[in-house]
Structures are given as structure tokens and as C-alpha cells.
């Protein structure tokens, strides 16, 4: 009996994410951010950077209030509907380009979780690798770079693992949700976004550039709503797929130019290669 309810759990939560195509927060909890076990709030309020830091570890996330946004994203490639999605800044086709973000019962998992708690926390820098070998999110480190996408994707879901909180790798719904709440916010614009990000990350004709990777949080104007390097620096894998071609890298890089490969720009690399200039950053899924 216990095995057969265990599958019929299996096909209502398969049927579930095959059916699911928009998300939106229908209670105001957003608004007074969950602080999960073990975290402290050490900065920001609700809307413009809520901020907690791990007690033990050390590591820092901020809080990203969906409930507040508009419903313009997409779960599903095609409905623009929901207030948790990816966005489509640049014009891309999702379906003629194949960019892709399976609902995998992972990615379901947070959809409830913002259902339940309307936002979720991401890195406020992006992973770096303490002195015991661990991700850590913290400040004046060296980025986690010459990383696979494989083993990125490994090392952000070791990274907390407890009854109440998992982390993993950013999906591209949670990135663009990311940066529709800085538009939503007037934290940066839309061009900002979509058009040109020189003047807010560590590209290569940013004004004094320093050409090179920099340590995490290296300057507080490339910090928006309290995180830091989300454009330039380094472009961090997501977990969605450019066709069967590779893994999405988003954000630019110190290589790159602001305004060819803005931060909402999808560019992509073979899953299993690393890069110099690519490294990953985390999200909290909350039971």
C-alpha cells in the first residue's frame, strides 16, 4: 500500500510540473522575508536588499521579493504570464533558438517554495571557495572559476543541506526574475538591463577597467539592491540549455563589452568545458 501511494505521489507531482506554466504569489508574505534557522539578517529591508548571513559559515544571501513583480515571465517558453520566469529582453525566440529550461521537479519545488513564502534568496556574490575547500558566498574572495557546468551544478547543491533550506544553481527563471526586480525597483533601467551594462559591472570598457577578475564586491557601484557583480566580472552558469548545444552563461564578463553582452544577454558554452572568466552563483530553495 505505502509503495503504491509513493507512485501515485510521483504521477500527481509529474503531471503537476508537465502542467504547470506561470507562477504567481497570491499572499503578501513577501513582504516580511522568511529567516531561515541558523541566518541572521545583517542588512536591508524587503524591497531593496534584504540581507542574512549564515551564523556558522558565514555565506550571505538577499532576498528577491517575487510577489512584488509584474506578471511578464515565463515558466513554459511561451506564456508570458508569470511573476517568477524567464524574461524576454532581447528579443530572444525561446523556441527558435532553443533556449530551454525544463520543469524539472526540482524547479517545481521552488515554484512552491515562492508560492509558499512569496521570494526566494540568492548569492549576494558569486561562489567562491573557502580556504577548506567549501562554496561560500562572501566578499573579497576569488571567484570559483575553470569550472564545468557538471560539477558548478554539483558543488552549488552540496553547498546547504538541511530539513528546511537546499541550495542549487541558479536557474534562468530566477536570474531574469533577479533583474526584473531591479527594473521594478528603479534600481537600474530597462536599457541597463537589456541595452547596455557598462557603467554597473567590471567589463572591459567600463570606465578604469581593471581588465582582469576582480575579487567579490570589489566596488560598491557594481552592487544593486545588495548584490554584487550580478553584470560583469565573470558570467555565471544557469541551468537552462541553448539547444542540446550547451548550458547558458549569463551576466558578461571583464573581457566583454557592456553593451554587446549586456547582463540579460544569453550566451551559452559545451556544458562539460571550463572557462577563466566563468563561475556560479547559488539560490536557497526553502521548505
Known amino acids: 500500500m505505502q509503495n503504491r501511494n509513493e507512485n501515485n505521489v510521483q504521477q500527481e507531482q509529474k503531471q503537476a510540473v508537465q502542467t504547470l506554466s506561470y507562477l504567481n504569489v497570491s499572499n503578501e508574505n ?3 522575508p522568511i529567516i531561515p534557522e541558523g541566518f541572521k539578517h545583517v542588512a536591508g529591508h524587503w524591497n531593496n536588499g534584504f540581507t542574512i548571513k549564515e551564523e556558522l559559515e558565514r555565506s550571505q544571501f538577499v532576498w528577491v521579493p517575487v510577489g512584488m513583480l509584474d506578471a511578464n515571465g515565463t515558466l513554459d517558453g511561451v506564456n508570458l504570464n508569470s511573476q517568477f520566469g524567464r524574461r524576454n529582453y532581447q528579443n530572444d525566440d525561446f523556441s527558435k533558438k532553443e533556449f530551454n529550461e525544463e520543469m524539472t521537479p526540482e524547479l517545481f519545488e521552488m515554484c512552491q ?3 509558499k513564502y512569496g521570494g526566494f534568496y540568492v548569492a549576494r556574490y558569486a ?6 575547500g567549501k562554496p561560500q558566498s562572501v566578499k573579497g574572495a576569488m571567484p570559483w572559476v575553470h569550472i564545468k557546468y557538471t560539477y558548478a551544478k554539483e558543488v552549488a547543491e ?9 541550495s542549487h544553481l541558479m536557474y534562468g527563471a530566477e536570474y531574469d526574475t533577479v533583474l526584473e526586480w531591479f527594473i521594478k525597483t528603479d534600481a537600474k533601467t530597462f536599457v541597463e538591463i537589456a541595452e547596455d551594462s557598462t557603467n554597473w559591472g567590471n567589463h572591459v570598457n567600463t570606465e578604469e577597467a581593471p581588465r582582469k577578475v576582480v ?14 557583480d550580478f553584470a560583469g566580472n565573470t558570467d555565471e552558469w544557469t541551468q537552462e540549455k541553448y539547444s542540446k548545444m550547451g548550458c547558458v552563461l549569463r551576466g558578461g564578463t571583464c573581457n566583454s563589452v557592456g553593451s554587446a553582452f549586456p547582463v540579460s544577454y544569453r550566451d551559452f558554452r559545451a556544458h562539460n568545458d571550463s572557462y577563466a572568466n566563468t563561475s556560479f552563483r547559488v539560490a536557497l530553495c526553502i521548505k
Open 215 to 228: 575579487k567579490t564586491g570589489d566596488r560598491k557601484h557594481w552592487c544593486v539592491n545588495n548584490i554584487y
Open 158 to 166: 552540496s553547498m546547504i543541506k538541511t530539513d528546511q533550506i537546499t
Open 113 to 115: 517554495s515562492i508560492e
Open 30 to 32: 513577501y513582504k516580511n
Open 127 to 132: 561562489i567562491s571557495k573557502s580556504s577548506k
